[in-house]
């Protein structure tokens, strides 16, 4: 559901904002491990991090290109 990818997202943007610029962005399954969703969820927030900048390359090679700190989240009311 949208609440559980937007869940997935902003916990997407805790676990990244803590990597490098230009770190390699960890495989699906272990996102679909950290983040506690399916790789069908992971594969959106992926989706929606390249699409906003944050996120470059494709398949093993994706790297993550932004500070996701700054990005912006979606509210806690959207979440629950």
């Known amino acids: 559901t ?3 990818f937007k869940r ?3 916990a997407a943007l805790d676990l990244l904002g803590g ?3 230009d770190a ?3 495989s699906e399954n272990v ?3 950290r983040l506690e969703v399916s790789r069908t969820t992971v594969r959106k927030v992926v989706a929606e ?3 906003q900048g944050a996120v470059t390359g494709t398949g093993r090679h994706r790297r993550i290109r932004l500070d996701v700190k700054s990005m912006r989240r979606f509210p806690d009311t959207e979440t629950v």
């Open 2 to 4: 949208d609440t559980v």
């Open 24 to 26: 390699p962005l960890p």
């Open 19 to 21: 990597e490098a610029e």
């Open 8 to 10: 997935a997202f902003n």
């Open 31 to 33: 996102l679909s491990r």
């Open 49 to 51: 991090l390249a699409r």
